[in-house]
């Protein structure tokens, strides 16, 4: 199959593509870089494209003629959204209609999107599945609900069969490093860490320590990022059996704390990393934790690598030797 992989160029869109060139499929990269990298293109074609400008998506489209779409590109920052919300609706919904439409025109049918945990906002002490109501309270969260809807009515209307997948945390890197987490700003706790830990930042500050947690700071359910990309496999495949549209939580169902990340860091690198206390970050929800239920009974979906050592050990791996980090 030709799946193109908007955002492939990305940390989880270019794991994405190794794993789909792996199992005999090709992944064409559609990508701005206005976030992701050149050198993260390694395994199939490359478009250089932006989804706001809808004769470039089309370009690919009528080049590449792909079987399905694989949509990851998309601003995914939590603060950035706070500042500069116009952003948010721009690339992720302006974006989004751009590619639903043209995958529309070119009668590709079966689209994997990548939604989040923070559709669901801020529910305290709730553990959230696909049954909890969204209530995002950020415009990133916002945006990708409203990606959501618009599927619904993409689907009832044009016949564009999707499969939503609101992710919590991902972590962690190829095991073999060929790609990785990389952001530049990065404001991502486990690179954070790691970079502190390599010397490349003083401290890791920790923002808010009065949250009403265990030790009272924030919770995070953490996923490997190669156990997400084996979801989106299984989720072409249920779109190619016919299966329907469906939306899952990708998950473990287990909660860190921002502490108890950085003490896994130290355990896993050896090293002690100095950190500092400061303000919450403004958009942070107290707790996201998932319940992966429906995509453990359904799609058969089992997380492997996802434990808190298993992810800093892979990303701390890609950290040491990464060529585009440098
Ligand atoms: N954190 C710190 N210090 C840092 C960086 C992060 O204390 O230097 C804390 C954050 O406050 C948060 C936790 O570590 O409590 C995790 O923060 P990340 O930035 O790593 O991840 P987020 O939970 O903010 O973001 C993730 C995804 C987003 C998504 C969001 C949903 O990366 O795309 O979950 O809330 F929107």
């Not at 603060?79 to 590709?108: I, T």
């Not at 073999?176 to 987490?181: K, R, S, T």
């Not at 490349?200 to 009065?210: A, F, H, K, L, S």
């Amino acid at each position: 199959m030709k799946v193109l992989v908007t955002g492939g160029a990305g940390y989880i869109g270019s794991h994405a593509c190794k794993a789909l060139s792996k199992t005999g499929h090709t992944p064409i990269t559609f990508d701005n870089l206005s976030t992701g990298w050149r050198d993260a293109v390694q395994f199939g074609p490359f478009f250089e494209g932006d989804l706001t400008d809808k004769s470039s998506i089309e370009r690919a489209f009528a080049e590449h003629r792909p079987d399905a779409v694989l949509h990851f590109a998309a601003l995914s920052r939590v603060d950035e959204a706070m500042a500069k919300p116009e952003l948010y609706w721009r690339n992720n919904v302006l974006g989004s209609l751009n590619l639903f439409e043209a995958a529309v025109q070119h009668d590709c049918l079966d689209l994997v999107f990548s939604s989040t945990c923070a559709t669901f906002g801020d529910q305290d002490n709730v553990i959230l599945d696909e049954n909890t109501p969204q209530h995002p309270i950020n415009a990133y969260g916002a945006s990708k609900q409203a990606v959501e809807r618009m599927l619904q009515d993409f689907e009832a209307t044009h016949g564009l069969r999707n499969v939503i997948f609101r992710y919590f945390n991902v972590a962690g890197a190829d095991p073999d490093a060929e790609v990785g987490e990389f952001h530049r700003p990065e404001t991502h706790l486990i690179p954070i860490v790691l970079d502190t830990v390599a010397g490349e930042r003083d401290q890791v500050t920790i923002y808010g320590t009065d949250y009403p947690t265990p030790d009272g700071t924030c919770v995070r359910d953490y996923v490997h990022v190669s156990d997400l990309v084996d979801a989106h496999l299984l989720g072409l495949q249920w779109l190619k059996d016919g299966k329907g549209s469906r939306a899952f939580n990708l998950g473990t169902g287990s909660g860190f704390s921002v502490r108890e990340v950085i003490h896994s860091a130290n355990r896993v690198t050896n090293r002690e990393v100095p950190t500092a206390i400061g303000d919450r970050r403004p958009g942070d929800a107290i707790k996201l934790v998932s319940g992966s239920k429906r995509a453990e009974d359904e799609l058969k979906w089992t997380p492997q690598k996802s434990t808190m050592p298993q992810m800093i050990e892979d990303a701390w791996r890609w950290h040491q030797v990464a060529d585009y980090r440098k």
